[in-house]
């Protein structure tokens, strides 16, 4: 079978996804009750404004017809500890950014796009693309891309003559894909077209699915992979549409043809592929299997049983030298993977997709460490009834959602000696982090409760110590669609993984640029188990992962990072 996709048309105007490039009208039935609406204006996030609106007047960036050169400093501290004395010193490094102006015709390959996920993103595409408006009890919905930070949030950029803040909307810095003009295709356990997989996925509101349901029955998932022992027994009854036979080998082999495939169809400049399939089990990291690049290759070929769908999908990324990004817990990059992706200077990201309660988690934890109360406890309370929640209802599935959770808060504690001493290391327990520090009692409960579906419920009581030996208790009570704040962080990352592959660097005026490193980092504000590279420290503060996202785009075009001195301050 050939990848099927939604294809916006070439010239980037707004008309149906494609199958063989054939568009299909919005039907609307004559037994309706609704009657077409008229076209509504487009939301500001999904707006197109001209293309480069910030023009930067500096020697340091130079702009050409292919690129935008910056020249950048960038300014550090490096600091000596000697007992209880630090000698601090400031250090510049400067660096030369090429951006690549042209913004490619780029595809996105979902791993499980008949998922709630994959589907809730095809039809927000496509209502986007069409400027589809539907009906709610509280009136008429347009399409927008709110949740994004890319497409919905705005940056400062700095201050007008009179000394007012100047926002812009943050995709407006560099160029970059819009959300429309994204191709998506992918794979599914589940050959169900899109069109029945979005009513059983139960998310959208029925006017908008009945609206895009033509568009959707015209796709239909690529057979993928399917090893029972990684995901629960559960899931056995949708896996009707699995690639053939036992060889993890074939089963790489074809996955690199399907992304070969899918982007010569399109007609396309770059592809991304995201998982955004069920929660894997953890692989074990076995000495001489998946330790090396060499020992996982060796190990696909030998069939091994840790080697894991989404750890052939990630290598097949890997050598197909597209973007693969990791959207659930699971361990897809073990060391071999990582490896690969250096060898290839190819890039991954992950892992999860941070979207509810864990976002409040890494804001609201950061709020109380530097507020100078101790959290003494953190217990997380989630029921679902979606197939992820269902898929979780196994022990090795939950404990790699776990796993991704429980870790989102060791920075910040850490960075905080005066409220949390320093511990000595004990014998490694398998399966535990080991602490420097004390660390709060965190506990993560999750539920399956089919009857609330995607109304995912989240409960969260944080409790902490304050002066003098009192306690303070925060709980907090959130609902949310879970789709609908998950689909926003997959446009996020599919648009900045494509923005990173046109930025590379320099030291050395005389030397070539290099692509960054292979491991995103950069994409952490999305991602509750941020991967970085090996030895580099996790940052899980929100804020602090917005800042580096930020500031990168402002190195992009010679521009230092905010600052709030002088706004604070009693200088003139």
């Known amino acids: 079978m050939s990848p099927i996709a939604i294809d916006p048309s070439p010239n980037h105007s707004n008309r149906a996804p494609a199958q063989a490039h054939a568009a299909a009208p919005v039907a609307t039935p004559a037994s309706s009750i609704y009657a077409p609406l008229a076209p509504a204006a487009v939301d500001p996030t999904a707006a197109r404004r001209p293309v480069e609106p910030i023009t930067v007047d500096s020697p340091n960036l130079k702009y050409t017809d292919e690129a935008l050169f910056a020249k950048y400093t960038f300014h550090s501290t490096e600091v000596k500890k000697n007992g209880d004395r630090y000698t601090v010193k400031p250090v510049e490094k400067k660096f030369e950014l090429r951006t690549g102006r042209k913004v490619p015709k780029t595809g996105l390959m979902l791993v499980g796009w008949g998922g709630n996920n994959g589907t809730t993103l095809s039809a927000t595409i496509i209502a986007n693309q069409n400027n589809i408006s539907w009906s709610t009890r509280d009136g008429t919905q347009t399409p927008n891309y709110i949740g994004s930070l890319v497409r919905a949030s705005t940056l400062r950029l700095g201050t007008d003559p009179e000394g007012k803040d100047v926002h812009v909307p943050f995709s407006d810095v560099l160029p970059m894909v819009h959300p429309n ?16 997989a979005m009513r059983r996925a139960k998310v959208l509101d ?6 895009v349901a033509p568009f959707m029955a015209k ?14 027994a559960n899931q056995e009854d949708r896996a009707d549409n699995v690639m053939k036979g ?6 790489l082999e074809q996955v690199r043809k399907d992304i070969r495939d899918f982007k010569s169809a399109n007609g396309l400049d770059q592809v991304v592929v995201l998982w955004t399939a069920n929660t894997e089990r953890y692989s074990e990291i076995i000495a001489g299997i998946n330790d090396t690049k060499e020992n996982l290759l060796q190990a696909i070929k030998d069939n091994h049983f840790e080697v894991s769908p989404s750890t ?12 693969y990004i990791n ?31 864990t976002k409040i988690k890494s804001v609201l934890a950061d709020f109380l460490v530097n507020a100078g109360i101790k959290p003494l406890s953190i217990a997380s309370y989630n029921h679902l009834g979606n197939n992820d929640g269902k898929n979780l209802s196994a022990p090795a599935q939950f404990r790699s959602k776990e796993i991704s959770k429980s ?23 398998k399966g535990e982090k080991q602490h420097d520090t004390e660390h709060p009692d965190h506990i993560i409960v999750i539920k399956y409760v089919p009857a609330v579906g995607d109304d995912k419920r989240a409960l969260d009581e944080y409790h902490s110590e304050i002066m003098m030996g ?52 950069l994409l952490s504000y999305m991602l509750k188990a941020p991967l970085v590279k090996p030895g580099v420290e996790v940052i899980n503060s929100l804020s602090r992962q917005r800042n580096a996202l930020e500031n990168f785009l402002r190195a992009c075009v010679s521009l230092q990072p905010n600052s709030d001195l002088i706004s604070f301050s009693q200088m003139d």
């Open 327 to 357: 959207g659930a817990p699971q361990n897809t990059f073990v060391p071999g993977c990582i490896q690969l992706a250096e060898a290839h200077k190819s890039f991954i990201g992950g892992d999860d997709f941070k979207s509810g309660q």
């Open 219 to 232: 796709l239909q998932p690529l057979p993928s992979i399917y090893y029972p022992q990684f995901i629960n």
């Open 181 to 196: 003009d994204i191709v998506v295709g992918g794979w599914d356990i589940s050959g169900m077209p899109l069109d029945g």
């Open 206 to 211: 029925y006017d908008l699915q009945r609206q």
């Open 246 to 251: 036992e060889s993890k080998q074939a089963h």
């Open 407 to 429: 870790s989102v808060v060791d920075d910040m504690v850490e960075a905080n000696h005066l409220l949390y001493k320093p511990i000595p290391r004990t014998a490694a327990v």
């Open 470 to 521: 009192g306690r303070n208790t925060l709980n907090i009570f959130n609902e949310c669609q879970d789709s609908l704040l998950a689909t926003p962080l997959i446009i996020d990352l599919v648009l900045l993984a494509e923005l990173l592959t046109r930025v590379t660097y320099r030291t050395d005026e005389t030397a070539e640029f290099d692509s960054l490193y292979s491991v995103l980092g």
């Open 312 to 323: 052939i999908f990630a290598v097949a990324s890997i050598l197909e030298n597209v973007p």
